[in-house]
């Protein structure tokens, strides 16, 4: 039976990147755009699960259907974790992706490379019976000293993976969802869907 599915982000490049991993994960499941008259929660939370907790119940709750939200930021080591969960506004409230790009190489122009990273994937599915799922998805790497590539968003030209010459923003989407923390945590929090609701699970034809 098809799962109905709210995804609770305001982010459509984001939504994009759920939607492609969520489609190859063997699930039956119908995914609904937020609806826009649902206000956007303040995300207080204090760690990323915190916040994607706030997102998917305020959504699950406003809707009735289940709701999956993701929170996600990026952990520089030499800035001590920054920005982490302040990673959308790092360069100020109404930051663009260049604009927290720009911050953070500034940031770091005195720090030498490499300047080890990771980005941090929390996503929470608030499912309509009250039951809630929880995954978690990280991937390593470093802080390139310009930005490269035109591919993917936010923080993906200055991110390079542990083990890749290439930025996230130079590989293919597929690459990029293969090894990335929301490619991880997706997968994760598939796999706790399968477990957790079977009547979603495809059957093969
Ligand atoms: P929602 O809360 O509505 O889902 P958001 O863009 O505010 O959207 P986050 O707080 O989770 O989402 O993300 C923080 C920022 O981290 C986001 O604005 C992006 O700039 C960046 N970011 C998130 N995922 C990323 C990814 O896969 N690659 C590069 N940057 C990413």
Do not use: Q
Not at 11 to 24: F, G, H, S, T, Y
């Amino acid at each position: 039976m098809t799962l109905r599915l709210v995804v609770a982000t305001a982010n459509p490049d984001k939504a994009r990147e759920i939607e492609a991993v969520l489609r190859d994960s063997g699930l039956d499941v119908d995914l609904v755009a937020r609806p826009d008259e649902v206000p956007e929660v303040e995300e207080t939370g204090a760690t990323l699960e915190e916040n994607a907790r706030l997102k998917a119940e305020a959504l699950r709750d406003a809707t009735g259907l289940a709701a999956l939200a993701d929170d996600t930021g990026l952990e520089v080591d030499a800035l001590d974790g920054a920005p982490g969960v302040y990673s959308a506004r790092f360069a100020g409230p109404d930051a663009t992706y260049a604009d927290n790009c720009d911050h953070l190489l500034s940031a770091l122009a005195a720090t030498p490379e490499p300047r080890t990273a990771r980005f941090a994937t929390s996503i929470v599915v608030a499912l309509a019976d009250g039951r809630e799922l929880v995954a978690r998805g990280e991937v390593d790497g470093s802080i390139t000293t310009t930005p490269r590539g035109d591919g993917g968003f936010g923080y993906d030209p200055v991110f390079a993976p542990t083990g890749s010459t290439l930025t996230f923003a130079e590989m293919t989407p597929e690459a990029k969802h293969a090894i990335s923390h929301r490619g991880r945590a997706l997968r994760a929090a598939a796999a706790a869907l399968w477990d957790s609701v079977p009547s979603a699970r495809r059957e093969e034809p």
